[in-house]
C-alpha cells in the first residue's frame, strides 16, 4: 500500500506542474520561489516571466519565509518583471480596441493580509500593469483591495481615462463579516476580453461574491482605445498615486497564479480545494518523490 501512495502522490505533484502549464501564463508561488529569493521571484509557467524584487518606498523588498511559504509583503514594496520576458504577455487587450481582439484572463492571488489602513489611506494594490506616470489616468488594468473598507476587492481596465472605464467592485459581507483580515484568502478575477462588467467575474475563496457597485463605461471610448501599454507587471507596490507609500499590500502573499482563459466557477471552486490550495513544490522536494517513485516501480517490476 505504501508504494502504491506514495506513486501516486508523485503522479499527483507531477500532474499538477505539468498538465496545468498550457493554460497558465505566470505562475509564483513562495513556497518554491527560486534560488535567489531576495532578488528574483521565478516564474513556474513557460513564460519565464521571472519577477525582480522592488524596494518602493520601504527602501528595502519583501522578505521570503521559507518555512511559512510566503513574502511578506509591506505597503511599500512589491515585485516588477525583471525583463526576462516580454511584458506583452500580460497586456489583455479589450474589444474596445477592436471587435474580436480582447484577450481572455483569469488571475488567482493567495494571500494572509496582515494589516488594512483603511479610511481611503490605501488602496492596496495586488497585481497591475499600467503605465507609470499618468496617477489615475492610467492605461491597462489593475486589480486590488479597496482602502474604504477591508471586504471589497476592485478590478478596473483603462485606456488613459478614469471616468470611462471598466470598474468591477465585489464585498464579502457574507463571506467575511469583520472584513478579509488575518485570514488566508484565494481571491480570483475572471475576465473574457470584452471591457465589459457582463464579462468579468470575482471569487472569493472559489465562490462569486455579491458586486455592490460598477461602471461600465469603458465601451465609451473611441474604437482603437487600448489598455496596452510598456509597463511591466507588477505585483505589490505601484509607484504612482497620491501617496506611494501605501500603494502596495501589507500581507503575507503565498502565491499569485495567471491563465490564458476564463476559468469556469467549477474551476476557481477546485482551486480554492476546500481551503487547501495546491501549491508548487519545491524543486528538490518533486525530484525526490519521483525518484522514490522510480524505484519503488522498478522493485514491483523485478
Partial sequence: MKRVTL??????????????????IGLWDAAAPGAD??????????????????????????VHNAAGGYYDMELGNGFVGNGDASETIFDFETDVFGAGAGTPFSMHVYKHRTGFLGGGTTGENMVGKT???????????????????????DFSMQVGNNSERLYHRVQDDAGHASGINDV???????????????????????????????????????????????????????????????????????????????????????????GSPVRVPEPASLALLALGGGLLWWRRRS
Fill in 7 to 24: 506513486s501516486l502522490v508523485c503522479g499527483v505533484l507531477v500532474g499538477f506542474v505539468a498538465s496545468s502549464q498550457a493554460a497558465i
Fill in 37 to 62: 529569493p531576495a532578488n528574483t521571484w521565478v516564474d513556474h509557467s513557460s513564460s519565464g516571466y521571472n519577477l525582480g524584487s522592488e524596494a518602493g518606498d520601504v527602501g528595502t523588498g519583501p
Fill in 131 to 153: 503605465t507609470d506616470n499618468q496617477g489615475g489616468q492610467f492605461n491597462g488594468w489593475l486589480w486590488g483591495g479597496n482602502g474604504d473598507n477591508a471586504q471589497r476587492f
Fill in 184 to 274: 488566508d484568502v484565494l481571491l480570483t478575477v475572471t475576465h473574457d476580453g470584452t471591457g465589459t462588467h457582463a464579462g468579468t467575474q470575482q471569487y472569493v475563496n472559489g465562490v462569486a461574491a455579491a458586486q455592490p457597485w460598477q461602471l461600465d463605461t469603458l465601451g465609451l471610448n473611441d474604437e482603437g482605445s487600448t489598455v496596452q501599454n510598456d509597463s511591466h507587471l507588477r505585483i505589490g507596490w505601484q509607484p504612482w498615486g497620491g501617496n506611494t507609500a501605501n500603494s502596495g499590500t501589507d500581507s503575507n502573499l503565498y502565491f499569485v497564479e495567471i491563465h490564458d482563459t476564463v476559468l469556469s466557477a467549477e474551476d476557481v471552486a477546485a482551486r480554492w480545494n476546500g
